[in-house]
């Protein structure tokens, strides 16, 4: 493996620029831990042949479940952090739906201390927006944010109290805070397992309306125009939410949405005979909906394309579906599965990078992102094209397997990833 302060340089490359929204040959060289030149290069130190491989920019993935504390047993920062390296991901933007939540400037320290010294790859930490993510009494924001704190959030636990949720927003606008909300109607979502229609019907399972998330994001877009504060969806799942992302935007509102890559590359007849691996939050939907979900964020409607890594264990899948956990493991999953994009003809490589690598940089206030000169060196050499059946025993990293696309066909595999100009991962890689 390289030390950062070597200086590499990297020839005869496929580039993936999200910035540009380039797809070009050339090369690149490091050094120092940061990018020292694009394109035309002088073959300076080690010099890596990659035979017209893809480089493009580190994946920064926003909305990573890790579970320190209180859930080691599923996914520790040093097994992330192994997934994330092999997975091409950089950057990992954890959750704080952790036991006990992150909702202290206490807490923030411990785990920005156990993640820096155990993971390969960058982690930044989100903080709970309330305490406990109860929904009842603001966090102390302004001291988590001098902790480190990128963003305030309580994940799928939705903030029902308007009164307790305008004032998380406004102090939040008055520090410049990000906040990142779960578009979902906490009443009408409560006990489902599935999205409600014929397939539902069929199985027996409890639905809910794709119609919960639209009342949702409403709800909170009228909190955002009356408090003027900054605002990410995690998840934009629905074809009828969809024009009222649009309007916010164009109405000049701060506010962005996320997708999983689940709900990009799945539907909801995945779920077939009650396989609780298929089992998310929100749930899969329809193929309309995955469909105008998928051209959305190729649009750059929907901004962020992320993994929503749930590592959940053996014990709390394997239960009736309705009884059982729901969430995936997604971090090594992300890049091959996002090439179902690519291959399909939906987004081309820059625009998914833009999505993966760019946009997610931009909205937390993050260098990454870019292949440009002065730039971190947080890199993933790829080949798009190379197929695999994945197994989830012997090549997932993470301590939980619980994938959808176990057994699965897929293409795309990195063959090396770079954190600061070290590498962290790729056996693969070769000197010219």
């Given at each position: ?190 006990g489902a397992a599935v999205t ?59 506010v962005t949405a996320g997708v ?173």
């Amino acid at each position: 493996m390289t030390a950062e302060n070597d200086t590499i340089t990297f020839i005869n490359a496929r580039l993936i620029d999200p910035e540009t929204g380039e797809e070009r040959p050339g090369g690149l060289t490091i050094s120092g831990g940061l990018i020292a030149a694009v394109g035309e290069v002088a073959e300076d130190g080690r010099v890596i042949d990659c035979s017209g491989k893809c480089l493009a920019p580190g994946i920064v993935d926003l909305g990573v479940k890790v579970g320190e504390p209180g859930e080691r047993h599923k996914e520790s920062f040093r097994s992330a952090g192994l997934a994330a390296a092999a997975g091409g991901v950089t950057t990992i933007i954890t959750r704080p739906d952790t036991l006990p939540a992150i909702d202290n400037p206490e807490s923030l320290e411990f785990v920005t201390r156990r993640a820096a010294g155990a993971s390969p790859v960058n982690i930044r930490h989100m903080a709970a927006l309330t305490k406990g993510r109860e929904g009842r009494e603001m966090t102390e924001i302004g001291f988590l944010l001098d902790a480190g704190a990128v963003a305030f959030t309580d994940c799928d636990h939705v903030v029902a109290d308007t009164k307790v949720l305008s004032r998380c927003l406004s102090y939040a606008r008055s520090l410049g805070a990000l906040v990142i909300g779960h578009a979902q109607d906490p009443g009408l979502s409560k006990g489902a397992a599935v999205t409600s229609g014929k397939f539902a019907s069929l199985r027996g399972l409890p639905g809910v309306s794709p119609m919960a998330e639209r009342m949702g994001f409403d709800r909170d877009m009228a909190m955002v125009e009356m408090t003027g504060a900054r605002y990410h969806f995690d998840q934009v799942t629905c074809a009828r939410t969809l024009p009222a992302l649009e309007r916010a935007k164009a109405n000049g509102f701060d506010v962005t949405a996320g997708v999983s890559i689940h709900h990009v590359t799945l539907n909801e007849f995945d779920v077939g005979d009650y396989r609780t691996f298929f089992k998310l939050t929100p749930p899969l939907r329809s193929e309309d909906d995955r469909k105008a979900v998928a051209e959305a964020l190729a649009s750059g409607l929907i901004d962020i394309l992320c993994s929503m890594h749930t590592p959940q264990d053996e014990e709390s899948k394997r239960l009736p579906y309705e009884e059982a956990a729901a969430g995936a493991v997604a971090l090594q999953t992300l890049l091959p599965a996002a090439m179902r994009l690519y291959h399909d003809g939906t987004m081309g490589l820059a625009q998914l990078f833009r999505a993966m690598s760019l946009n997610p940089a931009k909205r937390l206030g993050l260098p990454g992102g870019r292949l440009a000169a002065g730039a971190p060196a947080d890199l993933v050499l790829f080949d798009p094209d190379a197929p695999f059946v994945l197994d989830r025993f012997t090549m997932l990293a993470s301590k939980s397997k619980n994938t959808p696309f176990d057994g699965a066909r897929m293409e795309g595999k990195v063959l090396a990833t770079y954190v600061g100009g070290r590498q962290v991962f790729g056996a693969e890689v070769r000197d010219a």
